[in-house]
């Protein structure tokens, strides 16, 4: 029984919806969902929580050729968009896995493996009611970081201004995490900026990074 078939025994981070597939999505998912697919057991070094459409991802990917990137999706559109992604410009370094992040990370990353994590605009849950399903809380945060090798990099981004300041609080107060710019970061160059992000900008809604690296050199918690 896989990740997926399991019931999830964890709150959920994200909105569980499937989407309208046009017929180039669904060609993308009948044809290559096989061949890209993330097999446990395989080497990652970067892995990113939300890949949404998939635009950055295969940038990124696209741009570091020698790391192993693993993108981790839920919505199905965007799934069939990064394969087709993949497939169009050949990238052999980027696989993709349409399950729950946290469930991955428990069963299928081992501890110290990583040398990055992205997570790249995450579903802020607004209402203080959902704030336990925000991803970026201390048990979740703690995960993460255990999956970092020392020395890697956890790098958030977030469009929501009550977000980014949880983000950092939480993030400063993890015993094993060192924010790299002693705040929120600048913009780096290496992040694409997705259609999400310009809509964000144009509606007054500037991105907020935060950089943090794994700093305990004893191994995993």
């Not at 597939?21 to 990652?44: C, Q």
């Not at 890949?51 to 559109?77: C, I, K, N, W």
Request: glycine letters at 8%; charged letters at 30%.
């Amino acid at each position: 029984m896989t990740t997926v078939d399991r019931p999830l025994r964890i709150v959920r981070t994200y909105h569980p919806r499937r989407g309208r597939l046009s017929g180039r999505h669904f060609d993308a998912l009948e044809r290559l969902a096989e061949r890209y697919a993330f097999v446990p057991g395989e080497p990652v070094d970067v892995l990113e929580i939300g890949s949404g459409m998939g635009e950055a991802t295969a940038q990124m990917a696209a741009a570091d050729p020698g790391r192993r990137y693993l993108a981790v999706e839920v919505h199905t559109p965007g799934v069939a968009n990064l394969l087709a992604l993949i497939e169009r410009q050949r990238l052999t370094n980027l696989r993709v896995a349409a399950v729950d992040a946290i469930e991955l990370l428990r069963e299928e990353i081992p501890a110290a493996s990583l040398a990055a994590v992205h997570v790249f605009f995450p579903d802020p849950w607004p209402k203080s009611r959902h704030h336990k399903r925000r991803l970026i809380v201390p048990e979740r945060v703690a995960l993460l970081r255990e999956r970092l090798r020392p020395g890697g990099l956890l790098h958030c981004a977030t469009d929501d201004a009550g977000y980014a300041q949880a983000m950092l609080e939480t993030l400063d107060a993890d015993p094993g995490l060192t924010n790299r710019f002693g705040g929120f970061a600048p913009r780096p160059d290496h992040r694409p900026v997705t259609k999400f992000e310009l809509r964000a900008v144009r509606a007054g809604r500037p991105a907020f990074d935060l950089m943090y690296e794994r700093s305990e050199a004893e191994g995993p918690a």
